[in-house]
Every structure is written in structure tokens, then in C-alpha cells.
């Protein structure tokens, strides 16, 4: 990446799903398209992000997901031509500074703030009620 990632920004990113991490995985199986929801950085000038896959598999029965719109798929140099969603209920959380995984070619696309800020809403909410599980991938 030429500079730090923000909120929007959608990444190539070996995104380790929570049930792997559970297993005692420690690395994702594949380089997946994730949105960057939040990015925050704090007194250390360190940016935490929390990262959401972009999947093409259906959501499960009860999961939080967002399906991404085709202007949205556009923008972000996703495929138009297949469903994808976003989940919410889960996400990876890292240092961007601190990060063995972001790469200076990570960087596919960006959704528009107005979609960026949805995604907020969700994760957010899920946060808020507990039901979302985070997996931490940097110290």
C-alpha cells in the first residue's frame, strides 16, 4: 500500500475466518477481497483496522451480511457478473503498521462512503449486541 488504509478500502487479505482460528489456525487459506470498515488510530499512531471478508457464498441462516450492490462491485474492482456479500458478524482485526499481511499490492478498490458508512452501521450494531466474533491477527 502507498499509504494507510481507511475505512472503505477493499484489500487483498489471507482473511482467517473464526472457526479456523478456533481450530488453531493461524493463517487464511487464500487471499480474499476484504473491506476495510473500520480503521482507527490511536495515541501511538498505530491504525487498527477491522477487516470483513467479501464472500461469494451464500450467508448462513442468522449471519449479519451486506449484500454488495453491482455499482459498489464496480467501484471496488469486484466481479459483477456473481453475488457477493459482505459479512459482518465476524471480522479480523489488525495493525496496519504491525501488519506481515498487507502488502503494497493489497489495494483493489474502494466502496462509496455512503456504503463504506452502512457497513459501519452494521458492525457497529453487531458489536453493540455481542454477536460479533473478531479474530486478532497482530499485536
Known amino acids: 500500500m502507498t499509504s494507510t488504509p481507511k475505512a ?3 484489500l487483498r487479505y489471507p482473511y482467517l475466518w473464526a472457526r479456523q482460528a478456533r481450530a488453531g489456525e493461524t493463517e487464511g487459506r487464500k487471499l480474499r ?12 499512531d498505530r491504525t487498527h483496522l477491522r477487516l470483513c ?8 441462516q442468522g449471519a449479519l451480511a451486506v449484500a454488495v450492490p453491482d ?3 464496480r467501484r471496488a474492482g469486484l466481479d459483477v ?3 457477493l456479500w459482505v459479512i459482518i458478524d465476524e471480522h479480523n482485526v489488525d495493525v496496519f503498521e504491525l501488519s ?11 466502496f462509496s462512503a455512503v456504503f ?4 459501519q452501521r452494521q458492525m457497529i450494531l453487531a458489536l453493540q449486541r455481542r454477536v460479533g466474533q473478531s ?5
Not at 473500520?38 to 495515541?43: E, H, S
Not at 479474530?135 to 499485536?139: G, I
Request: with cysteine; glycine share 4%.
Open 33 to 44: 477481497p476484504c473491506a476495510v470498515v473500520l480503521a482507527v488510530t490511536n495515541q501511538t
Open 135 to 139: 479474530v486478532k491477527r497482530s499485536d
Open 81 to 83: 457478473h456473481i453475488p
Open 71 to 73: 455499482t459498489e462491485k
Open 100 to 110: 506481515y499481511y498487507i502488502e503494497l499490492q493489497s489495494q483493489m478498490g474502494v
Open 53 to 60: 471478508a467479501v464472500t461469494t457464498q451464500n450467508p448462513m
Open 8 to 10: 472503505g478500502d477493499v
Open 116 to 119: 463504506t458508512k452502512e457497513l
